[in-house]
């Protein structure tokens, strides 16, 4: 080639570099994060520079440096690295770290703990499926958002969301942004996006990230092998079927009887389509040449919500939410669906909704979504439920969707997550409905925020012992046209934990689920676990995650935020004061929300450890405690 002819780039491999290098970078900042919250690496051990910015790590073991050129530190220990990398050895010399896997081998000789013999390398597995993974996601979420940006354009709608409300029902358009909100993914999983042997077009075919729309089956099981556990008013499992998929149902009931059997001996279970043909049919062969269970029946088209196996029917018209097990490993867990799920949901369903009716002021402050059947695959003399953690269903009720009063509910992730039009979080549109994004308005809608979130929350804790997992996933907001939080719209409740005591004191009963190797969710003797839980999900995944953004997109100054956060856990352990066992109870729990360190999960280093504990958690200094 002439020295003077231009070379020729591919557009594609740059694009490509480009999604790479954000890819790794979002790894590698996960990473750092986890290690110094977890103490996996000591934080204290930090050498920070006049300028609070760049920072040292001594790596004794192997006797080098790891050099951050930005590395900032938030509230509750939160360490953010915005800038390069770098690894100094004994004689000076610099290495530039770009990929996570040099990272962690570089600091592995210097972790607080003892891995797995595999540990390590299986992380490493599952940082590179999800770097894999953000890289076709980013690429689809550019291309979605240039097809938003034009109809929005079309509608001369004044954003993402009022275009969304101005186009689609209440349920479909709350829908399309949980599947928005699906992109960052939980703020404390380095493996965030990882499904390990799900080739990538099945990747993009059934995740939410990507607007899919996945196919689920209505099989049929024997009914007399099946455990079924539904809410007081709902009749059978069949009738409620067929009041809520009438279409479904007489399809279904047509084809059975076509095959020669009779639908009353059966149930309809919606099956996912991917698991039906990868898991299903091979795993179950004995139970579909013995008659227990069809495979066969027709099929619904399904949203799949931010969950992954969460499906909304795509209907005009609202249907339940259909919650089914998927084989797929995702984010270091095979996402089944136990006993536990199928008969803590509607039980939990049954007790919150029964407090909700007699308290107008916490109705009037949180709605949630009642799971109201659930079924899972039972056998008739063993009793035993192991199997159907692969063969299970639980429906979740739509009408908190189906609004009539104006109400936009956002799933608090997608709140987080960039418009289309500027790529700012879209939390900012909504402040800026009111015409101002001053210190001043950002710090009101934050304490309004902040109020219609920790006054419920607390509420059922401290009052019913009934602790809500309210983190990005399972909340949502229900915004009014002033762009103002007005309520709290929680969901999932089979892993939901309860404390016996608290709710036996003021009358109410709950039927715990007991069984071997299933860990329990309903305490007598400790209420730690379940004020962990509430900890962990509401306040460190949830409320610390608004105020981060807020504080970065408005470059506000201090912990005022945190300020307004303990302003507000003070002012409702103040109203819930009076109510409460004991004084000595509101003492320590006020100490545990307000003083003491956090306690929240240790995803990484379950992930390092093999997961031979899933309870293992790490302790964050309390942002509140110095918030004052």
């Known amino acids: 080639m002439d020295e003077k002819t231009p070379s020729v780039t591919n557009?594609?491999?740059?694009e490509d570099l480009a999604l790479l290098t954000q890819a790794s970078r979002n790894a590698i900042n996960r990473l750092v994060r986890c290690l110094f919250a977890e103490r996996l690496l000591e934080p204290n051990a930090l050498l920070w520079a006049r300028d609070g910015r760049q920072a040292w790590f001594p790596l004794w073991a192997s006797r080098r440096v790891l050099h951050f050129t930005d590395l900032h530190l938030a509230p509750a220990g939160t360490l953010r690295n915005r800038g390069q990398i770098e690894v100094l050895d004994g004689s000076g010399a610099r290495q530039r770290i770009d990929d996570p896997a040099a990272l962690m081998r570089e600091i592995a000789p210097s972790l607080s703990i003892t891995t797995a013999p595999d540990g390590l390398e299986h992380l490493l597995r599952d940082v590179d499926n999800s770097m894999r993974n953000d890289m076709l996601a980013r690429r689809e979420r550019e291309r979605w958002s240039a097809a938003l940006r034009q109809k929005i354009a079309e509608a001369g709608a004044s954003g993402f969301l009022a275009y969304l409300e101005g186009s689609l029902p209440p349920h479909l358009a709350a829908m399309t942004l949980d599947q928005w909100g699906a992109l960052e993914g939980h703020p404390f999983y380095p493996t965030w996006k990882a499904k390990p042997g799900l080739p990538p077009e099945d990747v993009a075919a059934l995740s939410p990230e990507f607007g899919a729309r996945v196919s689920l089956r209505i099989a049929a099981l024997r009914s007399n092998w099946a455990y079924v556990e539904k809410m007081p008013h709902v009749g059978s499992y069949s009738e409620w079927f067929a009041e809520n998929f009438p279409d479904l149902w007489r399809d279904w009931t047509k084809g059975l009887k076509a095959r020669g059997k009779s639908p009353g001996d059966w149930l309809p279970l919606p099956v996912h389509a991917?698991?039906?043909?990868?898991?299903?049919?091979?795993?179950?062969?004995?139970?579909?040449?013995?008659?227990?269970?069809?495979?066969?029946?027709?099929?619904?088209?399904?949203?799949?919500?931010?969950?992954?196996?969460?499906?909304l029917p795509e209907t005009e018209a609202p249907r339940p939410f259909i919650k089914l097990p998927v084989a797929i490993w995702m984010t270091?867990?095979?996402?089944?669906?136990?006993?536990?799920?199928?008969?803590?949901?509607?039980?939990?369903?049954?007790?919150?909704?029964?407090?909700?009716?007699?308290?107008?002021?916490?109705?009037?402050?949180?709605?949630?979504?009642?799971?109201?059947?659930?079924?899972?695959?039972?056998?008739?003399?063993?009793?035993?439920?192991?199997?159907?953690?692969?063969?299970?269903?639980?429906?979740?009720?739509?009408?908190?969707?189906?609004?009539?009063?104006?109400?936009?509910p956002v799933t608090v992730a997608a709140l987080l997550t960039a418009s289309p039009l500027d790529g700012r979080p879209l939390i900012c549109e909504l402040i800026a409905r009111n015409g101002d994004e001053c210190e001043a308005a950002v710090a009101a809608f934050f304490r309004a925020y902040t109020r219609i979130v920790v006054r419920p929350a607390l509420a059922m804790y401290l009052l019913y012992g009934i602790a809500f997992e309210a983190h990005q996933q399972n909340s949502t907001i229900l915004f009014d046209k002033g762009g103002l939080p007005r309520k709290l719209l929680i969901r999932d409740f089979g892993d939901g934990r309860s404390f016996a005591p608290l709710f036996k004191e003021r009358g109410y009963e709950l039927e715990p689920f007991s069984r071997k190797g299933i860990l329990p969710t309903t305490f007598d003797d400790d209420i730690a676990l379940v004020r962990s839980f509430v900890i962990d999900a509401c306040f460190v995944c949830h409320l610390h995650e608004i105020a981060l953004c807020l504080t970065e997109q408005y470059s506000l100054t201090g912990d005022s935020l945190w300020r307004i956060l303990r302003e507000e856990t003070e002012a409702a352990f103040e109203v819930l004061r009076p109510r409460m066992l004991s004084d000595a109870f509101w003492l320590a729990e006020r100490e545990a929300f307000l003083e003491q360190p956090w306690p929240t999960r240790s995803v990484l280093r379950m992930h390092l450890e093999r997961y031979r504990d899933y309870r293992v958690e790490h302790r964050l200094p309390n942002p509140l405690a110095g918030a004052q």
């Open 11 to 14: 557009p594609v491999e740059n």
């Open 332 to 408: 270091s867990e095979q996402r089944t669906l136990q006993g536990k799920s199928i008969h803590m949901g509607p039980r939990l369903s049954t007790l919150i909704s029964e407090i909700l009716s007699k308290e107008d002021d916490l109705r009037s402050e949180l709605e949630i979504f009642i799971e109201e059947l659930g079924a899972i695959l039972h056998h008739p003399d063993t009793g035993d439920e192991h199997p159907g953690r692969f063969l299970s269903v639980v429906y979740r009720n739509t009408d908190a969707l189906a609004r009539k009063d104006g109400l936009l």
């Open 274 to 311: 991917w698991h039906l043909e990868h898991f299903v049919r091979r795993e179950f062969a004995p139970e579909i040449e013995a008659g227990v269970f069809d495979p066969d029946g027709p099929e619904i088209a399904t949203l799949p919500s931010m969950s992954f196996r969460t499906m």
